[in-house]
């Protein structure tokens, strides 16, 4: 199993400010993947991130808005910039370990007021 | 692209009852893996259980079985002898086989477990 940390837990940012989130795996991992989760809602993938490449981002997330880092094999960070309330989410990251093991990890979310 | 399912957005089921949960997907893919999780308030993302496609069993886990129908593309989860600790959300999930662990939620099941 993989421990993620994850942090801030939660924040609550001003309209046009930025906020980092960061997670931490016990283990080396292959890729990384950040979701959203709009309130009530499912999990959204917002993009999965290589370590030594680009992001690949999904439709409707775009680089300009939510830059990722992933500098090495066990860390990660998702910057929601410019906020805006409709980011007002929980964010989460998750990743698995190892090829063909199907266990996705999560860690424990932040959840994001923008006021 | 797939899609995932989940058309009872809320339940609830008296402690020590049965409870199953619905799950339908969309998919051309042939080989692929299904799964629960389930989010307490806690908003940490824990995994319930996990069906390899390629498996005709259904997957148990102690209180937690499936009932995994490939050709109707179905995918419940039953819940025997609910406790308190169930209530949460249940999020059916798909993923596809050896393509980069990401998972496709459904819209999920947000269940009540009353004493």
């Known amino acids: 199993s993989a421990v993620i940390s994850q942090k801030p837990s939660r924040d609550i940012c001003q309209r046009g400010t930025s906020l980092t989130i960061q997670c931490q795996v016990d283990?080396?991992?292959?890729?990384m993947f950040w979701y959203r989760q709009q309130p009530g809602q499912s999990l959204t993938l917002i993009a999965t991130a290589n370590q030594g490449s680009e992001a690949t981002y999904e439709s409707g997330f775009v680089i300009d808005k939510f830059p990722i880092s992933r500098p090495n094999l066990t860390f990660s960070t998702l910057t929601v910039s410019n906020m805006s309330p409709e980011d007002s989410s929980i964010y989460l990251c998750?990743?698995?370990?190892?090829?063909?093991?199907?266990?996705?990890?999560f860690g424990q979310g932040t959840r994001l007021t923008v006021v | 692209a797939q899609t995932v399912t989940q058309s009872q957005p809320e339940m609830s089921v008296q402690e020590a009852e049965t409870v199953t949960l619905s799950c339908t997907y969309d998919?051309?893919?042939?080989?692929?893996?299904l799964f629960w999780y389930k989010q307490p308030p806690s908003r940490q993302m824990i995994l319930v259980i996990r069906?390899?496609?390629?498996?005709?069993q259904n997957a148990t886990e102690n209180r937690f079985s499936v009932n995994f129908q490939k050709a109707a593309k179905s995918f419940s989860l039953k819940i025997s002898d609910s406790q308190l600790g169930d209530t949460a959300m249940y999020f059916c999930a798909f993923m596809i086989y050896n393509a980069g662990n990401m998972l496709t939620f459904g819209g999920g099941t947000r269940l009540m477990v009353k004493p």
């Open positions: 283990s080396q991992v292959t890729m």
């Open positions: 998919t051309s893919e042939n080989n692929y893996y």
């Open positions: 069906q390899e496609a390629y498996k005709q």
């Open positions: 998750s990743s698995s370990i190892g090829t063909g093991n199907t266990e996705a990890f």
